[in-house]
């Protein structure tokens, strides 16, 4: 696709790939590993990493907006659409929004209805290739039309909730509903 109209307001793009995070990259251990989707869903399920990487995969083609400044065009993902993940739990009518929870105690929170679009995956890898530690291996979310911050590295635990809390870096000031298209970067 052209360039055209794909760059947010105060977005400028890059061909590189920045690495951005608080803290430190967690090593992975697939003995120990799982990842939890718990909270208000009919069935809360525990997966090993073979399992969740066994689920049927989805593919996508995406644009990146980080708040610092950078967008990435055509950046390609590939693991299990969060809408296919809800149908295996089946979330509660009750719940609307969810938390991402990280290495680390990190946390990045969403409403339901963004995490159900089309074009948002628990990823582990990217351009075709398993994720690299840093960018989140061995399991990352991936909700593009949200900041990248967002898209939360590291997941071990998905939780379904009734009422909206505060990520990690909605704590610290960020924008909550965070719209690259309406420059939603800081409450
Ligand atoms: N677990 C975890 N995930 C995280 C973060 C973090 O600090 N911890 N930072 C977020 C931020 S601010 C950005 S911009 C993106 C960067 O992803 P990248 O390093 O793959 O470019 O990861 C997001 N996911
Ligand atoms: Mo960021």
């Known amino acids: ?3 055209q109209n794909r760059v947010p307001p105060g977005q400028r793009l890059t061909d590189r790939f920045p690495v951005l995070h ?8 697939p003995a120990t590993w799982t990842l939890r989707v718990f909270g208000l869903v009919e069935h809360e399920r525990v997966f090993r990493y073979e399992e969740f990487t066994a689920l ?9 907006h980080c708040v610092t400044g950078w967008s990435k065009l055509d950046t390609v993902w590939e693991g299990v659409l ?12 009750e719940a609307r929004y969810v938390m991402f929870h990280c290495e680390y105690g990190f946390t990045a929170n969403l409403p339901l209805d963004v995490v ?3 074009d948002v995956l628990l990823a582990w890898k990217y351009d ?20 990248f911050w967002k898209s939360a590295k590291w997941v071990r635990g998905v ?3 009734a009422q909206d809390r505060l ?11 965070a719209d690259p298209w309406k420059e939603e970067r800081y409450a």
């Open 82 to 93: 969060f809408r296919d993940l809800a149908a295996l739990v089946v979330p509660k009518p």
């Open 22 to 29: 608080y803290g430190q990259v967690p090593r992975f251990d």
């Open 56 to 64: 049927p995969t989805t593919r996508i083609v995406a644009d990146i």
């Open 1 to 3: 696709m052209p360039t």
């Open 116 to 118: 159900m679009d089309d």
């Open 159 to 161: 939780e379904f909730m």
């Open 128 to 147: 075709d290739k398993p994720l690299t530690p840093e960018h989140g291996f061995p399991l990352r979310a991936v909700v593009p039309k949200r900041y």
């Open 167 to 177: 990520g990690f870096w909605e704590q610290y000031g960020y924008n909550n509903s």
